[in-house]
């Protein structure tokens, strides 16, 4: 049944992939109309949470940005496919980072930098194009498939334009392996997390909200200057991403700082054009007493930091 599946998913992929872009964004004008009125994919999830995150605008803005989310939605969905058979020069055209440059010093120095991301407009285009375009050896931290055939068929798709897919399993080994160059680390850590444990409560549009401690562990833990990759579509079909420098020394911020400081950048950049984020993800599945709990966790986290520096 997984080869079955595959098999599938290649031929439709297969099909997208030699089609022109007009075509394409034809097909996901017609997708997100299936999607929002007739499948209603997760339709009052996408309500619920822009209704959480705007409650100051109207049911008309609302509904106005619901019906831009799915269209970005299908366009992004599309665009994967298409991806997956875009040659390295459609790439270049369609995805730009507009200031390498600002990586040049930390390259300079032999740094590894971690670079944030979210989901918002085309991430996967991003796997594409970014490492041939700036000074670091980019690495994409992510969570592998289950189905092997579709996972050994992505990860070679992705990764032929140089970037490095390392599954989240896989981190602590490859940390500490010898590299060619310093490497830039992008993770995306802007959705729901599994593990309450370890996970860090902040302000995420004036709701208290579980968040993803890799940002925090790993910037803490090992130093490494923080950027934010800042992804904008400017026209359909055509992005650019720019880097903005978050710390330079993370080591030296406090319990949370850098969680915050992330979400917040999020946030700033969704407010713009909120019909850009994966609005569909159940991000605030946990409860008040899940969040209550949570915040207990990284009170003991804050404690023991505390100790650790008084020895």
């Known amino acids: 049944m997984k080869k079955a599946g595959f098999f599938a998913i290649r031929i439709f992929s297969g099909f997208l992939g030699i089609q022109p872009f007009f075509i394409l964004y034809g097909l996901s004008d017609i997708t997100a109309l299936i999607l929002q009125y007739l499948v209603g994919y997760r339709r009052k999830v996408v309500q619920r949470n822009l209704k959480s995150c705007f ?4 049911a008309k803005e609302l509904a106005k940005i ?4 799915y269209r970005n939605l299908s366009d992004i969905t599309i665009e994967t496919f298409k991806g997956l058979y875009m040659s390295k020069k459609q790439i270049s055209k369609r995805f730009k980072v507009l200031n390498p440059e600002v990586m040049q010093k930390y390259f300079e120095r032999g740094q590894d930098t971690l670079g944030l991301a979210s989901h918002y407009a085309n991430w996967e285009w991003g796997i594409l194009g ?3 375009q700036i000074p670091h050896q980019a690495v994409s931290i992510y969570k592998p498939m289950h189905n092997e055939y579709a996972e050994n068929f992505s990860f070679k798709r992705r990764s032929r334009f140089g970037m490095k897919l390392i599954g989240i399993k896989e981190t602590k080994a490859y ?12 993770l995306a850590a802007d959705q729901h997390p599994n593990d309450k444990k370890k996970s860090i409560v902040v302000d995420f549009f004036n709701i208290e909200t579980a968040s993803i401690h890799g940002p925090e562990a790993y910037g803490r833990n090992t130093g490494m200057p923080i950027l934010y990759y800042d992804i904008q579509r400017t026209k359909r079909g055509h992005y650019t991403m720019e880097i903005i420098e978050l710390f330079e020394h993370p080591k030296s911020t406090n319990f949370g700082e850098i969680t ?8 700033s950049i969704i407010r713009r054009k909120p019909e850009n984020w994966l609005w569909s993800h159940k991000r605030w599945k946990y409860t008040k007493n899940d969040i209550e709990r949570i915040k207990a966790y990284n009170q003991e986290w804050i404690e023991k930091e505390k100790a650790q520096k008084s020895r």
Do not use: G, L
């Open 55 to 58: 409650p100051e605008k109207s």
């Open 66 to 69: 619901e019906r831009k989310f």
């Open 130 to 132: 970014v490492d041939f």
């Open 175 to 186: 940390f500490a392996s010898e590299k060619e160059k310093p490497n830039t680390y992008i």
């Open 260 to 267: 915050q400081k992330y979400m917040s950048t999020v946030e």
